[in-house]
Each structure stands twice: as C-alpha cells, then as structure tokens.
C-alpha cells in the first residue's frame, strides 16, 4: 500500500470532522475521492500534508508513520493546491528556480527537475513569460509542474481543472495520466466533475460525513448496487432495489408474463448517478 489510515479521527471546535476513518491507497493508483462540500476530504488532505494536526488515529505512507517520520514522508510527497501556488510576476523558470531552491534542489540536478517539469506540462514556449499574463489552462499547467519538482512518489492534486476550458482541462488530465504511466506516481485526485474522476481514476473511495461509506475499484463501484431498471415497449419504466426489496422483486417479475419488456438495466448509468444516491442528493453548502 501507498498509504494506509486506520481510525482517524479530526475534531475541529467540538464538531466531528472525520470519524474514525480508515482507509486503503494502492501504490502507483490514481486514486478518486469524492464527497459533497463538508465531507471531510480537504481535512484529510490538510491531515495528510501536515498542514493540520489529526486527533487520534495511524497514518502510513510509503512505509513511513506520520508521527515519527514527518520528513522522510514530506520529501516523498507534494500537494497541488485548488489556488494557485506561484507568483505570477515570475516567469514559468524564474518559478520553478525559486520553488525548486525551496526542495534543496541545486545546479545540475535542479536544472533536470526543471527541464523535466517544463516538458511533462508542455511549458516549453511560456519559459520566459510572467505567469500573470497566463490563461486560466496555462496556470494549471504551472501548478501541477511547480508539484513535480521534488520528484513525488505521491502527488495530490485537488480540484486541478477548475475554471478552465475544454480544451485545456482534457489536456491537462492526459498531464496527468502520463505522470502516473511514466513515473508510476500514486496520484490523490480530488474533483467535483465526476467525469474527469471516471475517466482518470482506477479506485475511488465517497467521503461523506467524516467516513468512507464506498471504496473499491471504479468499474466495481459503479456496478456495485442493487437497483435495477425495467423498461417496456410501452416506453414505462420502473426501478426496483432488490437488496430492500427481493421478495418483492421476485413477485413482481412473476406479474410481468403478458408484459413485453425492452430492456432490464442493471446498475447505475454513470459515477454521478451512483455519487447523488449514495449522498442523498442533498445540497451542501
């Protein structure tokens, strides 16, 4: 395992913010967290970045105990924030110098990281440009390589398309791919657009309320349910949880002999679907 939690537990002002959360990461995934606002996932990533302390609980990552090892894990690891993290009157290398210099990195070895950076985010003509003068894709772009300069074994990015086009968030998604492809990089993906996470992750675990209520592989996940449709020639429609309702379901079916069924769908029709059933499709603010 990548990163392995058990128990993990976060108050914050006497409010629950994870409640005995446990939870498993393969090395070299990407991995999707999902989970309405208030869910507890930016918590955890803070929890996991040292960017706040837990209460209780075990975190390892990589081998390493988060309470013991806290520099053996920060060098291993980088944290793309939703904000951008650079400074927009520097130019794309005047950046990467400066971020680089804060890792330890030095001559030779820093001028690879940064040619590694600039080519894996496809950089290469806005070297010299100040990052203000940057669209929204391009600021992305600079983020994710600024994240890549200390050579993570484990990248987290949270929400790394948000505000940009079409065309530039399929770009950067296939960035990302291809630094989990190429480096094996165990990547933690967090997004409100269900489709990047469908497209990208091989697992994906729903937060909600401070547990984990799903995990599992995502073509398992989207599968995993109960709930199947029935449609008829007559273009009726009926659903049916047969995990709540067998005895039901099967009387149900008996009653269908005169009847001309189209089509009986098993599962839900996409990661939207199953994510907006699984939370109650409840607005969160």
Avoid: W
């Amino acid at each position: 395992m990548s990163i392995e939690i058990k128990n993990l537990t976060k108050t914050y002002k006497k409010h629950l913010i994870l409640d005995n959360l446990n939870l498993s990461i393969q090395k070299g995934s990407i991995f999707g967290l999902l989970g309405p606002n208030g869910a507890g996932k930016t918590t955890l990533v803070s929890i996991l970045n040292f960017l706040i302390n837990k209460n209780s609980g075990q975190i390892n990552i990589e081998g390493f105990d988060l309470d013991k090892h806290g520099e053996n894990i920060k060098s291993i690891s980088s944290y793309v924030p939703q904000t951008y993290a650079f400074y927009p009157k520097l130019t794309t290398y005047e950046n990467l110098e400066f971020f680089g210099a804060l890792y330890g990195l030095k001559s030779n070895k820093l001028k690879e990281r940064i040619d590694y950076c600039i080519n894996a985010t496809s950089l290469e003509k806005y070297i010299n440009r100040q990052a203000y003068t940057y669209s929204g894709g391009l600021k992305r772009r600079l983020n994710i390589a600024i994240g890549l300069l200390n050579d993570p074994k484990i990248l987290y990015l949270d929400e790394p398309t948000v505000g940009i086009d079409p065309q530039s968030r399929k770009y950067i998604l296939n960035v990302i791919k291809n630094i989990n492809k190429k480096k094996k990089t165990t990547i933690i993906y967090t997004s409100h657009y269900m489709e990047e996470v469908e497209f990208l992750c091989d697992e994906i675990a729903i937060l909600d309320k401070g547990k984990i209520i799903l995990q599992d592989k995502k073509d398992d996940l989207i599968n995993k349910n109960s709930k199947i449709t029935i449609k008829f020639d007559d273009e009726t429609t009926t659903e049916i949880d047969i995990k709540n309702d067998y005895n039901k379901f099967t009387e149900y079916i008996k009653s269908l002999e005169n009847r001309n069924i189209k089509n009986i769908d098993f599962g839900y029709k996409n990661l939207e679907e199953m994510f907006l059933n699984l939370t109650k499709q409840d607005l969160r603010d």
